[in-house]
């Protein structure tokens, strides 16, 4: 069943709907342990058992979207009377809070999936380590790109890091240090 619908993870094919709810849950869960679907798991894919938060955590990990340390920089950012827009797919990268008058981006990155230099989130995990450390590699690489593509749009970027999103005095005066520096 698994290598059936794996086949057909790009196209959301009738497979995945031949299968029972119960099912579904544990190949979600499959997929998402093992990693090679993240991307491709839609929203009718996942288990009707979950509740509407734990639905709505479980997007935001696969989609990358949503999830608590960027949830921390937005309502820090609102209450700080900043601003913004989510996410703008015109942007390289797709930054997570677009100020847009004022040119500039916020990213929070995950310290796994972006690798976070000497971080303790960043550990490599132990096993197919042949798979994950290209994959992450790769994604590393590719904010570079971003950044450096930004930063030629003459839009200035700010990451913000999952870790660093826990000490909130020190992540306001940094948001608010970014955004009203006019120098930059
Ligand atoms: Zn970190």
Known sequence: ????????KSGRGSTWWNITAGMRKS?????FAQGWSWTGIGQNGMADTLTKEQRSERMGLIRGRD????????????R???????????LPGKPD???????????VHGCFWHL?????????????V???KPKLESNKKRDTRNKIKLSRMRWTYLVIWE????????????IAGFLDDESN
């Open 1 to 8: 069943m698994i290598t059936q619908t794996s086949q057909k």
């Open 27 to 31: 190949l979600v869960q499959t997929q």
């Open 67 to 78: 999830t608590k340390p960027e949830l921390v920089v937005r309502r820090l950012a609102h």
């Open 80 to 90: 700080l009377g900043y601003r913004y827009r989510l996410c703008c797919s015109d």
């Open 97 to 107: 809070l677009v100020f847009r008058s004022r040119r500039k981006v916020i990213f």
């Open 116 to 128: 976070h230099n000497g971080c303790p989130n960043n550990r490599m995990p132990k096993s197919r």
């Open 130 to 132: 042949d798979f994950w």
């Open 163 to 174: 870790c660093e999103t826990k000490d909130i005095e020190t992540l306001k005066a940094r």
